[in-house]
């Protein structure tokens, strides 16, 4: 009789397909719901790099190595074009938010030992893809994991968040997702914050700005993420941050 009714209690359960709430955004919720798998089964999505991580040799002597942390922006970057010959490794997954990082920092940055490490982040919190986010829980985030960096003794690049744009039909909805009072908001915080604590800021925001105060449209085609051009104006920048942060700048 016990077994039949723990069979009972449990069949519902497990027929019960996940939701999440609402947002009021169609294509936002839409999204979600596309990603129910890894918000309940790997949340921080440590399958993406693992078997990478693991495989991953340890710095040779006197190497340089530079972990860049973040999301779509960070994972569409093909680093290797850009900083040839570099010992730089990029750890950026689509769609993350500082949370998700924040769960696999230990893996995918600490484990890695490397000498710099460059955050770029929180474009996702603003617009909620794992949930409402206040500024203030963003920027316990950030300085979580900058504490995280100085107490493994790895050199730390808190980058901008980069501004966004309308001017294309597809662009509306990240665009609106994003206002540019929490984006501003949060780059002023993360350069007092890097000014206070010894790290370095890297302000991509006004290097991509236009003269209307929106992402320039030359440098991006869907209004969020960088194309070619894009990225070529913000590699100077990122490795000028890192000679900074290694003292050779």
Known sequence: MVGAFLVSCVLPAVAQQPSIPSTGNADLDQYRASRIAIYTDDFGELARYRAADAALAPPASGENRVVFLGDSITDYWKLEDYFPGKPYINRGIDGQTTPQMLVRFRQ????????VLVVLAGTNDVAGVTGPARNEVIEANYASM?????LHHIRLVFASLLPVNNYTEDAKDSFARRPRERILALNTWLKDYCAKNGFVYLDYFSAVLDDKGLLRRELSDDGLHPNAAGYKIMAPLAEGA????LGTH
């Open 108 to 115: 995918d940055v600490i484990a890695l030992h490397p000498r």
């Open 242 to 245: 890192i000679g900074k942060a």
């Open 146 to 150: 900058a504490e995280l960096a100085r």
